[in-house]
């Protein structure tokens, strides 16, 4: 059994070397994400579709991401479903060729490239797109829109986009559409102790945290100690106890690698992983109308898809996490209003952050109803 696999896995590596080597590398992972890679026929079809549909295409669309193919069963940016779906509500006027796993870069580059042209579309997180465009980061304000629902209701919002989308805009790019993840965790080290289940329970961890002044401060008023980590450092930093916790979201944990190194994972619902994938504007405003609107609601179409993929993924990672013996816990109404009182959002300390990133505490109030109503759009939360 073990001599089959190998060979099933030489003629998978010898068939995707081959594809990427003629300049297929976009066929070589739609047939290696479709599982056809051992199959020399399958490879061939998969090859010649992609050909005839770039060749028929009168527009091509680079979309980049920072995550493998595969990674969708944990963290679903779903990036397979858009090229699909991009090609066919444009009726195969716009071919999309992908450039998954960080080939083109991560985060920060990879929204320079679409701001700059470089790349039409990119996959990244809100957090990297608040230097370019500043008012999506209040997103990262606690207990604004930590919880699925709230952030989904915000950013599908009238208000959202009347008054968050033209600095967008003005920074030259186009969101296409917002990918649920999940809330960010609190994640404690293995051997760190724990289980963390109120503020109280924070103090004097070392918290690993972004550059992100928001989020530095909040772990600070929940009585953390904000550890700035470099995310590249830290798997080591956590390895090390240079830092004692992080708070990326259950399947961000999964797909980077974490599972080994962890005790316990809080959901407290504080602040939202969450990603987007952005256009740039130039570029789709040079498109036909009738391709503009076919890519919109390809974005649609892949945002549903999105929405519907976030329980089973966030199910898959924690039961992969599970098996290294990671303990998960929910809180109760009482812990949860622990973490609000003591860093919520309606804290007078965040006042700043509101005017400044709203522009107005009455833009700020809009912003705040529309997180708080439901919209068409439903999703599972934490």
């Known amino acids: 059994m073990d001599r089959e696999k190998q060979e099933i896995a030489s003629v998978e590596r010898r068939n995707f070397l081959k594809l990427a080597g003629t300049g297929s590398f976009t066929a070589a992972v ?4 479709a599982g056809m890679l051992w199959s020399d026929a399958a490879v061939a079809q998969t090859a010649k579709e992609e050909r005839d549909r770039e060749a028929a295409a009168d527009h091509t669309m680079t979309l980049a991401t920072a995550y493998v193919l595969g990674a969708s069963r944990s963290y679903p940016i779903m990036q397979l479903d858009l090229k699909e779906n991009i090609q066919n509500a444009t009726n ?22 679409v701001q700059g042209g470089t790349i039409q579309c990119a996959q990244h997180s809100l957090s990297n797109f608040a230097p370019f465009a500043s008012a999506v980061d209040l997103i990262n304000m ?35 559409f917002y990918i649920v993840i999940d809330p960010r965790v609190v994640a404690l080290r293995a051997g760190g102790g724990g289980p963390v289940l109120t503020p109280s329970d924070l103090e004097g961890v070392k918290f690993r945290v972004p550059g992100s002044k928001m989020l530095q401060q909040y772990y600070r008023m929940v009585g953390a100690n904000p550890t700035p980590v470099a995310w590249g450092e830290t798997p080591s930093a956590i390895k090390q106890g240079v830092a004692d916790a992080l708070d990326p979201s259950v399947g961000a944990l999964f797909v980077f690698g974490f599972k080994d190194i962890l005790s316990h994972v809080t959901f407290t619902q504080a602040v939202p992983d969450s990603q987007v994938y952005s256009m740039n504007l130039e570029w789709f405003n040079s498109l036909p109308g009738d391709v503009q609107e076919g890519i919109e609601f390809a974005g649609e179409l892949t945002s549903h898809q999105n929405l519907a993929k976030v329980p089973s993924a966030r199910a898959y990672a924690m039961a992969e996490l599970a098996k290294a013996n990671v303990e998960f816990h929910s809180l109760s ?38 997180a708080g109503t439901r919209g068409k759009y439903f999703v599972h939360d934490a």
């Open 142 to 176: 606690p207990y604004f829109c930590g919880a699925n629902q709230r952030f989904v209701n915000l950013v599908t919002s009238d208000a959202w986009k009347a008054e968050v989308h033209p600095k967008v805009e003005a920074a030259g790019f186009k969101a296409l």
């Open 333 to 370: 109404d009482d812990q949860l209003a622990q973490w609000k009182e003591a860093g919520g959002f309606q804290r007078s300390e965040w006042d700043e952050f509101k005017v400044e990133l709203a522009g107005s505490m009455d833009t700020f109030t809009k912003l705040e109803e529309a």
């Open 92 to 113: 195969g006027k716009v071919y999309v060729k992908l450039a998954p796993g960080g080939q083109l870069g991560a985060g920060g580059a990879l929204v320079q490239a």
């Open 30 to 33: 739609v047939a290696g994400a």
